[in-house]
């Protein structure tokens, strides 16, 4: 039915009873999303938005059996609470946190792979499972439809865009992943792709990469060779000069690694249709999969 | 942040990492006084760029005289429009071989990687080009760093990549470089630096192993563990000296995630993403976009309106276009944000506004009460904009 996150997930969120983590975990409850526990350290024993919360990961994940973890801490603390969620033992950890050092996250990413916990992000939307009412960040409730369609993007807007513009054109989702603006990420693009490989619900991807770094590429040597589904292609900061930073830490184009260009010739050399606009995308779905039935 | 080379060499000396002796000079005199005090001097521009070679930027002198010649003729000159602000004089070396030794991000594989080459003295970004199998590289244990055996192999590794040149001196190679690589690694974290190399780092004929130049940059999201070092360092390299674009610099001290592209048209939309996307729009149909503004996530009238003030800072805007995709920020609300900005500041440039979302019927309604074009796709408004801001003046 989708990747990463179902029905049956139990999220606990980290920095739950903070502004961010408040307005977000509403959301996700409002959305379905199991969410069953709170981590505030020092604020253990209380409850917030009717939920229990707790001092560690480790207590949370004791009590409730949470399986999921969402972390929505300031950067200065963000790095810790991954590991803590990935020690904690849960499988798969979500980081919407924005602007965390660099250093940070390369330790942090070192050792929860010892321990095979998945990441997605930081400086990412989340992800969400229409079908399953499931979704662990902050993407717009209103913009998930389920159906077959993967996506995966970078940014966080256009993910809501893309989303939307599927939606409303009848292609609902499987899952929507955010993997996230940052240079050091948890799962890449080639990851997710492998996740949708073996999810039967999935038809076609849809994968939105933009300028910096080289995990397009990545994802287009393993698309080339040999890819069960069809997949589309978008890449955004096509006009972004070299050197300049694009708003996330991670879209910069450094000496001859990270154009738009570099990325669009990989993707199309791998048989990877790549649009120009949002518009186009839904063109080549409705190309690749044939016209949607009408949304409900 | 990037520091300059005397700023990165201060700091290789603190962990232990030897430079020439030098000192810095605002003034022709003091060049000349430091060739006085040190013999035969390389003058050399202290500027956040490579290249400065090249440039003209760095001049061998072997007397006082020369070195007050040199450094006349390099203080206040323009390198790639960086306004050359002091020299760094240095003690001529004696120059046997140049390597390349420096800590940096790989992000292929998320982690950091130690590289060393003896293709020294070359950008390493050319040195990959042009000849990859000459860079000998090692991924360290983010918990552990480079050990004294990986370093080792990685020096072998990097002499295999030459042939193995009998000319260079390997066990007193293998000697140094271990304490070396861990000390630039060591800093390279202290720092929360994501570049941290050593290029070239000079072999003397009397076979010891010296920083000739440096580059080092902390990570800009790391900047709040070393407030104090990091004023320091920007004081240091005083205001204008930086060669950032002053509409960049204002937009920092704004609060601002803004860059300045050079064309006629403004773009201010939400998400690095879809501003990205935004500029690539107007590209598309023919405009030149003058700047990408991401105003964030959740999109609020104040922030739409400090993002119209500081995109009419430039005066090569001609007209602006809004891009917002409203999630859960509401459409009416950024309309009546935007109506508010617009009659506030005054602004009379075109003004096309896309937006999307939650409440979007609403807030249309609201902009064309106020005569602000609305559109309803992205590549609509593209095509709006540019036709508005066409061969007509401000």
């Given amino acids: ?296 | 942040m990037k520091l300059l080379e005397h700023q990165a060499k201060s700091q290789f000396r603190s962990v232990g990492v030897e430079c020439p002796m030098g000192r810095l000079a605002h003034t022709p005199q003091e060049a000349a006084e430091a060739a006085t005090e040190l013999g035969a001097v390389v003058i050399k521009a202290q500027v956040p760029i490579g290249g400065r070679g090249k440039a003209g930027g760095v001049k061998l002198a072997r007397t006082p005289e020369e070195a007050h010649a040199a450094a006349a003729q390099i203080l206040g000159m323009d390198i790639r429009g960086f306004t050359v602000p002091t020299v760094l004089c240095e003690q001529a070396l004696d120059i046997a071989r140049e390597l390349y030794c420096g800590v940096a991000l790989d992000r292929d594989r998320r982690c950091l990687v130690v590289m060393l080459s003896f293709a020294g003295g070359m950008e390493i970004e050319e040195v990959a080009e042009t000849a990859p199998e000459k860079i000998a590289k090692l991924w360290p244990d983010p918990f552990a760093g480079p050990q004294a055996f990986e370093i080792r192999q990685l020096a072998l590794d990097a002499l295999a990549a030459v042939g193995g040149d009998q000319t260079i001196p390997k066990s007193s190679l293998l000697a140094q470089l271990v304490p070396l690589v861990q000390r630039l690694y060591s800093l390279s974290q202290r720092l929360d630096a994501t570049l941290c190399e050593v290029n070239p780092l000079v072999i003397t004929g009397a076979g010891r192993l010296i920083a000739g130049d440096g580059k080092i940059e902390i990570d800009q999201s790391a900047e709040f563990r070393h407030h104090d070092l990091v004023r320091e360092l920007g004081d240091d390299q005083g205001a204008g000296s930086s060669g950032e674009d002053p509409l960049e610099v204002e937009a920092k001290r704004r609060g601002l995630t803004y860059v300045h592209l050079g064309g006629t048209i403004g773009v201010v939309g939400n998400g690095a993403g879809l501003v990205m996307n935004t500029l690539d729009l107007v590209k598309q149909h023919g405009g030149e976009p003058a700047n990408f503004l991401d105003i964030g996530g959740g999109a609020k009238a104040e922030v739409v309106r400090k993002a119209l003030e500081m995109v009419l800072l430039d005066p090569q805007v001609k007209g602006i276009f809004v891009n917002i995709f409203g999630g859960i920020t509401r459409g009416d609300e950024v309309a009546t944000g935007l109506v508010a900005a617009r009659d506030e500041l005054h602004i009379t440039v075109p003004l096309v506004v896309r937006m999307t979302g939650t409440r979007e019927a609403e807030g249309r309604q609201i902009l064309e009460a106020a005569g602000i074009t609305p559109a309803v796709s992205a590549p609509e408004a593209a095509s709006k904009i540019v036709e508005l801001t066409s061969g007509g003046s401000r």
């Fill in chain 1, 1 to 296: 039915m989708s990747i990463l996150l179902n029905r049956d997930s139990k999220v606990v969120v980290q920095g739950m009873t903070g502004s961010e983590g408040t307005f977000h975990t509403q959301q996700m409850l409002e959305f379905g999303t199991q969410v069953v526990a709170g981590v505030s350290p020092g604020k253990g024993g209380g409850r917030h938005l009717g939920l229990p919360v707790f001092d560690s990961v480790a207590e949370a994940v004791g009590a409730t059996g949470a399986n999921v973890a969402a972390v929505f801490v300031p950067p200065p603390f963000a790095a810790d609470a991954i590991m803590e969620g990935s020690a904690a033992g849960v499988d798969l950890v979500v980081c919407i946190t924005e602007l965390i050092p660099v250093n940070d996250m390369i330790r942090a990413r070192a050792m929860i792979g010892r321990r095979g916990t998945r990441l997605v992000g930081p400086n990412c939307p989340g992800l969400m499972s229409p079908g399953d009412h499931a979704k662990v960040g902050i993407i717009p409730n209103q913009n998930g439809y389920p159906g077959h369609v993967g996506l995966v993007s970078r940014s966080g807007t256009l993910t809501y865009e893309m989303m939307q513009a599927l939606s409303q054109s009848g292609y609902g989702q499987s899952t929507a992943v955010g993997i996230g603006g940052d240079p050091v990420l948890g799962l890449s693009f080639s990851d997710v792709l492998e996740l949708f490989a073996r999810d039967p619900e999935t038809e076609l991807v849809v994968m939105a990469g933009e300028i910096g770094g080289a995990d397009e590429e990545r994802a287009a040597e393993l698309i080339g060779r040999g890819y069960p589904k069809p997949v589309v292609g978008f890449i955004s900061g096509r006009t972004a000069p070299p050197g300049k930073r694009m708003g996330h830490a991670g879209a910069i184009i450094s000496g001859n690694t990270g154009s738009a260009t570099s990325k669009v010739e990989a993707l199309e050399a791998a048989g990877v249709r790549v649009a120009d606009t949002i518009e186009q995308i839904v063109d080549l779905v409705r190309d690749r999969i044939g016209v949607a039935p009408t949304r409900a």
